[in-house]
């Protein structure tokens, strides 16, 4: 026999119309159930916090020392409102970058009020010379005072900003 694309798509048209309604019917569900339940993201409402420092001369090990110190701090008394928590660093440079994330504003304040002493010391050491903060517009907003006097960079968050849902 000798197919031509037509009659190959005439073949394959006809026998999609004898495909069983059951068969057509749970591929249709299954891919449904697919889409509404097993998503792999859901909206990003999480409060981060970005603070640059830079280790004044000489106080490289001191500064350093601090670090496990905040680490631990938020593995004891922060679960259930920080996202994630680490540094970055030291460059070459000396600057170190902190990535910290908590699910809401009352979150991050809970950790600035937890992490406070330690920073005071580790301030003495380095000076924060970038400071961003970044979440849902109004999370910013009940932020502004409390941070006023580290003069943060704020950036709402874009509509649409997605995160992966955490896992059990």
Known sequence: MNFSLLNLAAILATASAFTPARLVAKTTTTTALRMSSSTWYEDDKVVTLVPKFKIKEGMKEQYIALLPKFVELVKANEEGSCVH????????????????GYNDAAGLLKHLDNVGDVLNEALQYADIVDLYVQGPAGELEKLKEALADFGPDYYPLAEGSLRSKATP
């Open 85 to 100: 928590y680490g540094f970055v660093g030291p460059t070459e440079d000396d600057f170190v970058i902190c990535r910290e």
